[in-house]
């Protein structure tokens, strides 16, 4: 019997974390959010409907994005608490429609690769 991949391996489609920045930015661009409500949104993509995001990572990709100027945080005092909410600038759309357009690219790609990978019955 075949030693097969662990569900974590890159081969099994869990591996996907990579495209956490454009849809981090999909969900700023669409409406301005805190930390806690992007962490919430980014199960609804479909790269990361099975496993969710890491918050830790999602909170250290937006200081990164932040940092970048793709992204501007505003501190709102709210009930005696500091709430951070973090809204697309124009570097963050720019960086965003490149995203779509290399993202493209890639999935013309993938469907070329996969046309190209042998069948079962061609590797027997």
């Not at 496993?51 to 990709?61: C, E, I, L, Q």
């Not at 990164?64 to 009930?79: R, Y």
């Amino acid at each position: 019997m075949p030693n097969l991949p662990s569900k974590k391996c890159a081969c099994c489609g869990d591996n996907l974390d990579r495209f956490v920045q454009p849809v981090i930015l999909s969900i700023i661009a669409k409406e301005p959010s805190n930390g806690y409500t992007v962490i919430k949104k980014i199960p609804e993509y479909a790269t990361f409907t099975e496993s969710g995001a890491d918050p830790t990572g999602v909170y250290r990709y937006l200081k990164i994005m932040q940092n970048k100027g793709l992204i501007q945080k505003t501190t709102i005092d709210k009930n005696d608490t500091n709430s951070s909410i973090y809204s697309i600038t124009d570097a963050g759309m720019t960086c965003l429609n490149n995203w779509r357009k290399t993202l493209q690219e890639y999935a013309h790609k993938i469907v070329c690769l996969i046309q190209e990978l042998p069948t079962d019955k061609e590797t027997d």
